[in-house]
């Protein structure tokens, strides 16, 4: 679809624009393009209280229930109810590992639709597309699927299996772009885009709409051409991989310094790291720093490992993780934790046992996993010419590394540079960066409308939700609202339309009295 500037005339303006083509736009625009959920006639849930609830109006779909008082009493592990309840209705106590049928029956009604655009600079599917291909996910399967497409079967029918109930983001990302496809959505998604603004517009009337600009690049040409749409209502659904997060210390631009898993990726396919380069110093404790550990400790290039907290703290990920699902991080996890640096050792002395001998079991091997030293509770002080990284743990002791390459793998933040001060003033802390984590945006538990910005809405890792699972119910809320909103319009016009009707009536019959 081809996008070009629009003047804001009613017939030009959409109800709907979504900025994000990763799962959050995809499962938005399926709820939007007439897929709507009821309660099953033989639909059963596990919860009685919420079963309850339910069947109190089966006739109304769940787009016209009331959200608040179905989220009420409902438990589960994210900490926005309407995510939390959509989960539960789609998965019954899937977090209990039992397989309970959905209570929900899904029924196409065209008469619902609502005209939107899904705006995305790749295919659907989004940060999906870039993330490392052969690599597990974290979820299980069946939590990654989308409303109307059972993963495993698709799966199935692509002769692929699920590995450990667990598939590769590649598989993913095919299964979000096949369903794009297999859904009949395809003529609302615009991909090639990249927006610039999004600015709220006044109009004569007292009204305002949202005028959302950028650059569309066209298949068959090499320039991006500029476009304009209105919109009476905008969706932020970016997710939050777009720009990688920094240390903020001295030589943290030198040019061994990395911030990306591709960079570590590029390095190994050029030949510019092998067994025989120096170590590698990987920065943080998420799943994209195990991933990196993983990688190069299956190259046998040895790995210094820095992370500011403690290998037994609950929050470190791999504490949450079930050992018997999640193998491969259960081995970084152990690693972390029986090969830590000791004051007064040489980590160089330590990582030159090159995994040469790694296939012994401990046996003759000083260490279990040769080539691997942690740091726990150290932070990076400074990077140095020649490779050089200068460690520091809590009582201010420094240790001086020599490196081939440093991966900050720390997280990252959402690009939101087409809003106005990049999103700051929408924040829970206005003054801060939006973080998924530290400073999500400030949005209506019920409606994921934004508090500052009526009309302006945040779904999925911007309002913190990292998982699939969770984020489809940030489109059932703003779903549920736009009905809400469209019905109480028609509302308005009808007593309008009303009182109007009876003052002609009382005019005519005073001129007939005349």
């Not at 069946?142 to 059972?150: A, I, T, Y």
């Not at 030949?271 to 990987?282: K, N, T």
């Not at 609950?314 to 504490?319: E, G, K, Q, R």
């Not at 079991?361 to 002080?381: D, M």
Request: hydrophobic fraction near 35%; aromatic fraction near 8%.
């Amino acid at each position: 679809m081809e996008l070009h500037n629009k003047e804001p005339l009613s017939q030009d303006v959409l109800p709907v624009v979504i900025i994000g083509n990763g799962p959050s736009g995809i499962c938005l625009s399926y709820l939007l393009s007439g897929h709507t959920p009821y309660l099953s006639p033989d639909g059963f849930h596990p919860n009685p209280i919420l079963h309850s609830k339910l069947a109190e109006s089966p006739h109304l779909s769940l787009f016209e229930q009331d959200l608040e008082y179905l989220c009420e009493g409902v438990e589960g592990r994210s900490s926005n109810p309407v995510a939390v309840l959509f989960d539960s209705l789609l998965l019954p106590d899937s977090d209990f590992g039992l397989d309970y049928a959905s209570p929900l029956v899904w029924r196409y009604e065209p008469e619902r639709a609502t005209p939107h655009l899904v705006l995305g600079k790749g295919p659907p599917g989004g940060a999906w597309h870039a993330m490392e291909g052969s690599m597990l996910t974290l979820s299980l399967a069946n939590w990654m699927e989308l409303p109307g497409l059972k993963l495993k079967d698709w799966m199935r029918e692509k002769r692929r299996n699920v590995r450990n109930d667990r598939a590769t983001p590649a598989e993913i990302a095919s299964y979000y772009q096949h369903y794009v496809r297999e859904m009949g959505l395809e003529r609302s998604f615009v991909c090639g885009t990249t927006v610039t603004s999004v600015r709220r517009v006044p109009l004569a009337s007292g009204r305002s709409l949202w005028e959302v600009q950028g650059l569309q690049r066209r298949a068959e040409e090499e320039v991006e051409i500029p476009f304009s749409v209105f919109a009476e209502n905008v969706v932020l659904a970016t997710g939050t991989h777009d720009i990688p997060a920094r240390l903020g210390v001295d030589g943290e631009t030198l040019p061994f310094v990395c911030h990306s898993f591709w960079e570590l990726e590029a390095a190994i396919s050029s030949g510019r790291l092998d067994c025989a380069s120096e170590p590698v110093l990987v920065v943080g404790a998420g799943l994209t720093a195990a991933d990196a550990i993983l990688t190069a400790h299956h190259l046998n290039t040895p790995v210094y490992h820095t992370f500011r907290r403690a290998v037994a703290d609950p929050a470190l990920i791999f504490n949450q993780l079930p050992k018997l699902l999640y193998p491969e991080y259960h081995k970084v996890h152990q690693m972390m934790s029986q090969q830590q640096h000791r004051a007064g050792e040489s980590a160089a002395d330590v990582v030159s046992q090159r995994s040469s001998s790694s296939g012994d079991t401990g046996t003759n091997c000083p260490c279990s996993y040769p080539g691997y030293l942690s740091f726990p509770q150290h932070h990076v002080a400074s990077f140095k010419p020649e490779g050089k990284c200068v460690l520091e743990d809590q009582s201010g002791r420094q240790t001086v590394l020599r490196v081939s390459m440093a991966l900050v793998l720390i997280g990252s933040h959402p690009n939101l540079s087409f809003l106005p001060e990049e999103g700051r003033p929408l924040g829970l802390e206005p003054e801060e960066p939006i973080s998924c984590r530290r400073n999500p945006l400030d949005v209506d538990p019920y409606t994921y409308e934004s508090v500052q910005e009526p009309g302006l809405y945040a779904m999925g890792p911007l309002v913190g939700e990292n998982f699939v699972r969770f984020l489809k119910g940030g489109a059932l809320a703003i779903v549920c609202d736009l009905v809400r909103k469209r019905s109480a319009r028609a509302n308005e016009s009808a007593v309008e339309s009303s009182v109007s009707q009876s003052l002609s009536c009382q005019l005519s019959n005073c001129s007939l009295s005349a």
